[in-house]
């Protein structure tokens, strides 16, 4: 009579394994919440801007949040609808915002609390928007402020913006008084800390967007380095007026602009005079692959 012996089993299986070469399984990269690992080609990005808590601030925070929802697929649609291609709902918040007066750390910019942020990203990947994080530095640096929000920005459905009007370079600048500006070596240093957020932790591509109305918002923009493959770079017009006036503000950024780079665009509801519909926007800027509006 044979009896099984459990210890020989044991020894068997560990020879097997042992000799036996392990098949490597397939890593699952993230992906954005629409599909893919790209921001571009083929996708055109629909903004709501502003700030939850600031009606004042832009369209996002003008009602509560399920009706900002609604409001973000309606324009959606209007744009899918003339659009080939793929229309992405995208809410682009002021994260950090420009102050008037000093702030507790003297930096003329209130950093908003990131558990606040957190509940729109979350509500954006609900209904597969995308997210921008809109920073407004006071005499904080970029880079500064974008570490404070890493932990989101870590998330494969949100980007950065940067908008240099409201980067103050001395003690003496304030708010609304003078256009701000800042210098293509902080917008690297940025960049490149972005970009490496995504290499260490294998993210998709992220939108990683400048905003200018001037020239003088970016100094030696020549020297902006545009050749991060993780990011998806985007110089967004966002100046204000009638139409004329802001074709001929996104005609003179265009000139000797850098390469690999995007192009954005930005109606208003108010200020502009009137604000250009979705075909007018597409007729005179149909190049523009960030459309938003404040």
């Known amino acids: 009579m044979a009896f099984n012996d459990p210890n020989n089993e044991s020894q068997i299986l560990q020879e097997q394994l042992a000799v036996e070469p392990m098949i490597p399984t397939q890593e699952k990269l993230p992906e954005l919440t629409f599909g893919g690992r790209d921001i571009a080609p083929g996708f055109r990005y629909i903004a709501l801007y502003g700030n939850p808590d600031f009606p004042t601030l832009g369209a996002l925070g003008e009602q509560p949040i399920d009706q900002t929802v609604s409001r973000l697929k309606e324009i959606s649609e209007e744009y899918q609808n003339i659009s080939t291609e793929k229309v992405i709902p995208t809410f682009e918040i002021i994260t950090t915002i420009a102050s008037a007066g000093p702030t507790e750390n003297q930096d003329y910019s209130q950093e908003i609390d990131i558990q606040k942020i957190r509940s729109w990203v979350d509500i954006a990947k609900q209904n597969n928007f995308y997210v921008v994080l809109d920073l407004q530095p006071g005499r904080s640096s970029f880079l500064s402020q974008a570490k404070l929000y890493e932990d ?85 017009m966002d100046g204000h007026g009638s139409l004329n006036q802001k074709i001929d503000t996104w005609n003179n950024l265009l000139v000797n602009m850098p390469p690999n780079i995007n192009l954005g665009w930005k109606n208003f509801y108010d200020e502009d005079k009137p604000t250009p519909t979705p075909e007018q926007t597409l007729s005179q800027t149909s190049k523009a692959m960030f459309v938003s509006y404040q």
């Open 152 to 236: 989101i920005l870590k998330d494969p459905d949100v980007g950065l913006a940067l908008d240099p009007e409201w980067r103050l370079q001395t003690m003496q600048d304030r708010h609304l008084k003078k256009v701000g500006s800042v210098s293509a070596d902080e917008i690297n240093q940025t960049s490149e800390w972005l970009a490496e957020l995504v290499k260490t932790h294998k993210l998709p591509q992220k939108i990683f967007m400048i905003h200018q109305f001037k020239l003088s918002m970016i100094t030696n923009r020549e020297n902006l380095n545009t050749n991060r493959k993780e990011l998806a770079y985007i110089i967004h």
